[in-house]
């Protein structure tokens, strides 16, 4: 039975399955079978050695390659093999303490805490300590109780209350509030991500029969991916092998995408000087990729200057040239994408399925699903949520509804939307109140906002933006509405506060796509018009479909494969994103050039990287991504014309350290100061005007002067 198992192999790999003793490492590109080895490994030592699952750990990075290990390994061995120790790092560390953190002094049903439950024990923390949000933003607080976790003998004061320990912080408040915050945590026995590593390590310290039990249990351990383990990861790891010494580890350099948030690639490089003696095992034949795909991946990462060079072939066929399409609009874009994939399923058999859109930030999904709507394609999404799902998102539009048809659904979402003390008691009231008098909540709001219990929440603010926006909407564009409301209610402030690169980003991405639409338009763009057209895109409850077209981020797909994939939204300053070119980064670059080596070797059959011009959600012009100017012109064909000109303007910009700049963002300018303004375009500071907080500015290309407050998000400095 197991010669089947090894016969699926080529002789390298199965050299790296029967060597199960002392510590192997195999070294290998992407597609060169490192996870169908170490899948094959693990039903070998079951199948031929005999050897019991629960006395092999099999780890792996993301929760998906867990799943679909254990997939693997059940067709081989049959779905009664326990799968249990196939598993994340955190999942090992959970499955550990429920079994052993009583010796700690906490309870085996704790509670595992996710960033928003975090955020809530924060804010406890903050009501209790009579502080607001003005003291320090959440996520800095969260990264500053990161920090105190880096090491683990926090953990003590966890599970010991009598423990005294320093916490040492910035400031003494901040010293105070996450000694509170590690106080509730005891009081709710809950542990966040970071905990879990840290209790087992703990743990293991405190208790050395508890250790010895493990590391007896856990006769082999391997580890895939291993490039993207912590050092603490590996600490751990190193724990559990010391007793019997067989730790196999699998991971490719080039494909390391996690060193931003503690990876260390160099382990993997090291292993054999930390590990001694230790074979070291070489895959070099691809069976995932044609030619074609492979070469294109081959010269992207050929230009990092820190690696070791290990070029991978293939005996595969040749297949379809690698495709680089560039558009002039981002419409044009997802047009070509949508054309190409209807094609290839109604002449060329493929299906949905077959088809992966990858892409580096999850707000680079919009584009893809409003196409996709259009075009009537079936997808689904693997990371994030979908685009008008996000609940930043339908704030926004909860804010234009509250201007088009002030809807009790659009109330509620807004009116405590930032914080404006009108919580459930006031809200239940609200709707007593518009019942009896058979109203509109916001009519209800209108007709009492007078009422003394008013005086001490910020509603009025709320209606006078309201207000304000239903007389002025007609005369504005949407795009101009919507930074209004944003700006004016207080909620553009707030979002700012709470550092939320992510939720920034995607309102930002809202806001640029409103006004590429204008532009589109010709005629104004009316705020009904609009409404309608993303209704489409909000709705909920359109089915899961298992043949539909997968979109992800390229984390997301790290160590998958698909037959057709799109690497889409390749511009400059997405990939390579524009944090990863800021000066003093050096690695940053390097980095994101593995990204795109993990996007090309995701395909199979046929790969396409797409991008088109336009404007940045920074406000600049778009460029194609600088990775696609190293790659030999003739391992790819190009669709569209890019213009001399558009290269030369992106060659002067890519010399250029990266100005990260916030749409949203409250610079003050100077008289003579020139500002980008993303719908009247560039322009120059003629006047301030300090008493009507007012610049008066001129804008060169449509020769007009306005008036904008100086409280106006959306200039740019140029
Ligand atoms: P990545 O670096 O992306 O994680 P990998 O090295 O883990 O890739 P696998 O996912 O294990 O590669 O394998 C890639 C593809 O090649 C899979 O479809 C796998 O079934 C196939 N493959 C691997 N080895 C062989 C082999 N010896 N014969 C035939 N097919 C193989
Ligand atoms: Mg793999």
Not at 354 to 382: C, K, L, W
Not at 469 to 487: A, N, P, Q, V
Not at 646 to 651: F, G, P
């Amino acid at each position: 039975m197991f010669e089947k198992l090894l016969n699926a192999l080529n002789e390298k790999q199965q050299q790296a399955v029967t060597a199960t003793e002392g510590y192997i490492r195999i070294i290998a590109g992407a597609g060169s079978g490192k996870t169908k080895t170490l899948v094959n490994r693990y039903a070998y030592l079951v199948e031929a050695l005999g050897i019991s699952p629960k006395n092999i750990l099999c780890v792996t990075f993301t929760n998906k390659a867990a799943a679909e290990m254990r997939k693997r390994v059940k067709s081989l061995l049959g779905n009664s093999n326990d799968g249990s120790l196939i598993c994340t790092y955190h999942g090992f560390c959970v499955k550990v303490l429920r079994e052993d953190i009583h010796h700690i002094n906490y309870p085996k049903n704790f509670m595992i805490l996710d960033e928003d439950d975090q955020k809530d024990i924060l804010k406890e923390v903050y009501e209790e300590l009579g502080l607001t949000i003005k003291f320090m933003k959440f996520d800095d607080v969260l990264k500053a109780i990161g920090f105190l976790k880096i090491g683990y003998d926090y953990v003590e004061s966890l599970t010991n209350p009598l423990a005294k320990i320093e916490i040492p912080a910035e400031t003494p408040m901040l010293s105070k509030v996450i000694s509170l915050y590690l106080k509730k945590q005891r009081k709710y026995f809950a542990l966040d991500f970071q905990d879990l590593i840290n209790f087992v390590l703990y743990l293991y310290e405190q208790n050395t029969e508890v250790q010895l039990k493990w590391q007896n249990q856990l006769h082999y351990i391997q580890v895939d991916e291993f490039q993207d383990s912590s050092g603490k990861q590996i600490g751990l790891v190193n724990i559990l092998s010391a007793t019997h010494k067989n730790l196999f580890v699998v991971g490719d350099p080039d494909q390391a995408i996690y060193t931003w948030r503690g990876a260390k690639p160099a382990y993997l490089v090291n292993f054999h000087k930390t590990h001694e003696p230790c074979e070291t095992i070489i895959l070099n034949e691809n069976y995932r990729s044609t030619p074609e795909i492979l070469n294109l991946g081959n010269s992207i990462i050929k230009n990092n200057k820190v690696r070791i060079d290990k070029d991978l072939f293939t005996y595969n066929n040749n297949g379809v040239d690698v495709i680089h399409y560039h558009g002039k609009k981002e419409f044009e874009e997802i047009k070509y994408i949508s054309e190409t994939i209807n094609s290839l399923v109604e002449k060329d058999g493929a299906k949905y399925s077959d088809f992966a859109i990858i892409y580096r930030a999850n707000y680079n999904s919009r584009f893809v699903e409003q196409g996709f709507m259009r075009a009537n394609i079936p997808y689904t999404m693997f990371s994030g949520f979908k685009f008008f799902q996000r609940a930043e998102i339908k704030d926004c539009i909860a804010y234009y509804k509250m201007v088009l048809y002030a809807d009790d659904l659009s109330l509620l979402r807004t009116i405590n939307n930032p914080k404006r003390s009108f919580g459930k008691t006031k809200i239940n009231w609200l709707k007593q109140q518009a019942e009896n008098d058979n109203l509109s909540y916001y009519e209800t709001l209108l007709k009492y906002k007078e009422e003394p219990s008013f005086n001490k929440t910020k509603v009025k603010q709320f209606i006078d933006t309201i207000e304000k926006y239903k007389k002025l909407y007609s005369s504005l564009t949407i795009s101009e509405l919507l930074r209004g409301l944003l700006d004016d209610s207080g909620y553009d402030e707030e979002l700012r506060l709470s550092g939320d690169q992510e939720r920034i980003d995607n309102v930002s991405e809202l806001l640029s796509s409103i006004i590429t639409l204008e532009a589109e338009y010709g005629e104004k763009l009316e705020l009904d018009d609009y409404l309608q057209q993303i209704a489409l895109f909000s709705d909920n409850d359109r089915e899961v479909n298992k043949n539909s077209v997968k979109l992800m981020t390229i984390h997301t797909a790290k160590g998958l494969e698909f037959p057709y994939v799109f690497l889409v939204s390749f511009n400059d300053g997405v990939l390579p994103s524009y944090r990863s070119l800021d000066k003093g980064n050096e690695n940053g670059l390097e980095e994101e050039r593995r990204l795109a080596y993990v996007a090309i070797t995701r395909a199979m059959k046929a790969f396409y990287m797409t991008e088109s011009e336009g404007l940045t959600n920074y406000g600049k012009r778009k460029f194609p991504s600088r990775f696609l100017f190293e790659i030999k012109q003739n391992l790819f064909t190009r669709l569209g014309v890019i213009e001399q000109e558009l290269i030369d303007e992106a060659m002067e910009a890519f010399k250029q350290p990266s100005e990260e700049k916030e749409v949203i963002s409250t610079e003050k300018f100077n008289v003579n100061d020139k500002i980008l303004h993303s719908v009247f375009g560039e322009g120059i500071i003629k006047e301030i005007n300090e008493d009507d907080n007012q610049y008066i500015i001129h804008f060169s290309e449509k020769d007009i002067s306005r008036p904008l407050s100086m409280n106006f998000k959306g200039l740019t400095r140029v």
